[in-house]
């Protein structure tokens, strides 16, 4: 009986072990990309050439690779800055908030899908509320869109990847419910719109 107490408790201190490992190395990618995003929007010169012009335009040089930090999703409301990376595959998520890719990005005037996990850069998407404001900030500007919806989807529920041009539209994945343990049989949406820079 000792020896099988004895291995429950190693087993037990291998899960915590391996568990505190991620954790520390989540946070470390995250810090990281971070970092990174806020690097990338500093030093670029198209920010401030962009917020002279009378119109913006997508640039044709910005083509993201799959892992690449491309900018920062801004939440006021939880006053989070979250790095944002090229795909949603469990590396790039482990950085960030993922971009899914094949869908758009702010000015190509087509839905804009970014995913993250309940766990992390996600945890508090449930304080969030119509109304409030996400801006995704990128080297070519600064992009703020209003919630106008959140809603409830089964997790293999692929309708609400869809495009949506011409119109523009911001749209967050999580896993769902939060304190759920194990994968998460739903997906929490929030769906936002453009705000005209007359209204900021």
């Not at 970092?35 to 640039?59: G, I």
């Not at 690449?68 to 006021?76: N, Q, S, Y």
């Not at 995704?136 to 919630?147: A, K, M, T």
């Not at 041009?165 to 929490?188: K, S």
């Amino acid at each position: 009986m000792k020896k099988i107490a004895f291995l429950i408790i190693l087993v037990g201190l291998i899960f915590i072990g391996i568990g505190i490992y991620e954790y520390i190395q989540t946070n470390h990618n995250q810090n990281k990309a971070l970092a990174e995003a806020k690097s990338l929007l500093e030093e670029s010169s198209l920010k401030e050439q962009n917020e002279k012009e009378t119109e913006a335009t997508f640039p044709d040089d910005f083509d993201p690779a799959t892992g690449e930090t491309v900018g920062l999703l801004h939440i006021p409301k939880l006053d989070a800055d979250l790095a944002i990376v090229e795909g949603t595959d469990p590396d790039e998520l482990a950085m960030g908030v993922g971009h899914y890719k094949g869908t758009g990005y702010p000015l190509q005037n087509d839905q804009i899908v970014l995913s993250g996990h309940r766990e992390t850069v996600f945890r508090r998407m449930g304080e969030l509320e119509l109304g409030d404001i996400l801006t995704v900030q990128l080297p070519y500007g600064d992009f703020s869109y209003e919630i106008v919806d959140t809603f409830i989807v089964s997790a293999d529920d692929r309708t609400v990847i869809a495009p949506t041009a011409p119109d523009e539209v911001l749209t967050l994945t999580t896993c769902y419910p939060f304190n759920f343990i194990g994968n998460a049989p739903d997906r929490y949406i929030i769906t936002a719109h453009p705000v005209s820079k007359n209204n900021e």
